[in-house]
């Protein structure tokens, strides 16, 4: 029997946002015949998928401007096969593409938000908010027209949201992003330790960050913690590409002793560089966008097992409640104490760790998230 087919439409090919298409596209494959679509701007599908899919790719270097904006979201809408249309964000070339083949073939529309993006235009004063209305009003992928975008969203046909935030702002259903907790398991000790010779980091405790480094991420809050505890035996290892915001962080004389860069590694690789952490910290910062997200490394770190510190923002109090910990946003001194305690308590890590992964297994692994996502997908379908 032929399976129904899914369209997957992300913004930008080569965004590490296009795991979230990756991730469920693969949980779907048993149900569903998945395909997975976006513009590229020039720099081709990202580094961390490209061997995990094949994708649609839509050329389209000059997306960012009027008119050819409007032709290349035609082209985009094109190849777009599947009966359901999940646009991956709210953006100018995911949302209204969707819905015109809504309008136009009678396909149905699921917004799929796992954060909000429109957070930090709506944190801009009025008076920056007009200056940059004007820079950049050409620019249809802008900031500047998330409002816009965003009150297309009731026009979809369901609305997949990733945390309590985005549910309250514009409905839904909660869906979690779905780990692989067969992927994502403790690792083998030998395995381990192999790993760490050959990253000449056999001594001392590692923190380890997979993903990519940018201001909002908190890498600059761990690496304040650490410099507090002034501790030669404590390491930040960040597994992930280079940024020029990672660049200054590792010229930053004060960070220097305490940072430590392995480079790109594929995905499939990661479960065995969150193997070597004594400690996963998330200290997210209380802003609006961080508010409205879950970051999927929780969920990694809880399947390998890892105790766990994450800021007090958005789910992540519910989420580690009983197998975790959470401290106070934007409070170094209290992240510093908490690093502390965990790694002297190593019984009490290794009984938290434990809790998090049967919680993760429990709720928040690929079986639970298949099913609700396949529940919303059904229930678009039966809609006459």
């Keep these: 029997m032929k399976k129904p087919k899914i369209s997957f439409l992300v913004t930008d090919i080569s965004s590490p946002g296009l795991g979230v298409a990756v991730n469920f596209a693969r949980m779907l494959a048993g149900r569903y015949d998945s395909e997975i679509a976006g513009p590229d701007f020039g720099i081709g599908v990202s580094a961390m998928y490209q061997d995990l899919y094949t994708f649609k790719v839509v050329q389209a270097r000059r997306m960012y401007r009027v008119p050819d904006?409007?032709?290349?979201c035609r082209r985009l809408a094109g190849v777009l096969e599947g009966e359901v249309i999940v646009s991956v964000k709210a953006f100018a070339n995911t949302l209204p593409v969707a819905l015109r083949e809504k309008r136009r073939r009678g396909r149905k529309v699921i917004v799929y938000l796992d954060e909000w993006d429109g957070a930090l235009f709506r944190q801009l004063s009025p008076w920056r908010r007009m200056l940059r209305v004007l820079r950049y009003v050409h620019h249809p992928l802008d900031d500047i027209y998330y409002p816009l975008v965003e009150r297309l969203i009731p026009r979809a046909d369901a609305v997949i949201s990733t945390s309590t935030f985005l549910q309250e702002k514009f409905g839904g259903r909660i869906v979690p992003f779905g780990v692989d907790t067969d992927h994502f398991r403790p690792q083998p000790p030998e395995k381990t330790l192999q790993l760490r010779r050959e990253l000449g980091l056999e001594q001392g405790k590692l923190i380890v960050f997979g993903g990519v480094a940018r201001p909002h991420k908190g890498v600059e809050d761990i690496l304040e913690a650490l410099v507090v505890l002034n501790s030669p035996?404590?390491?930040?290892?960040?597994?992930?590409?280079?940024?020029?915001h990672l660049d200054a962080l590792m010229r930053n004389p004060r960070y220097k002793p305490f940072l430590a860069h392995t480079g790109h590694r594929s995905k499939e690789d990661m479960?065995?560089?969150l193997g070597l952490a004594d400690l996963v910290v998330l200290p997210l910062s209380d802003t609006l966008?961080?508010?409205s997200q879950v970051p999927c490394k929780v969920f990694e770190a809880m399947a390998m097992a890892k105790p766990i510190i994450a800021s007090a923002v958005s789910d992540l109090p519910?989420?580690?409640e009983g197998c975790g910990w959470v401290v106070a946003p934007d409070h170094t001194a209290e992240l510093a104490a908490a690093i502390r305690f965990v790694l002297s308590e190593p019984a009490e890590a290794r009984r938290r760790g434990e809790a998090a992964r049967a919680r993760c297994i429990q709720q928040y692994s690929l079986p639970v998230a298949e099913r609700a996502f396949a529940e919303v997908i059904e229930g678009v379908r039966s809609k006459p």
């Design 69 to 72: 904006f409007f032709a290349d």
């Design 233 to 244: 035996a404590l390491r930040l290892l960040i597994v992930g590409p280079g940024t020029f």
């Design 271 to 273: 479960p065995a560089y």
């Design 289 to 291: 966008l961080s508010r």
């Design 318 to 320: 519910s989420i580690l």
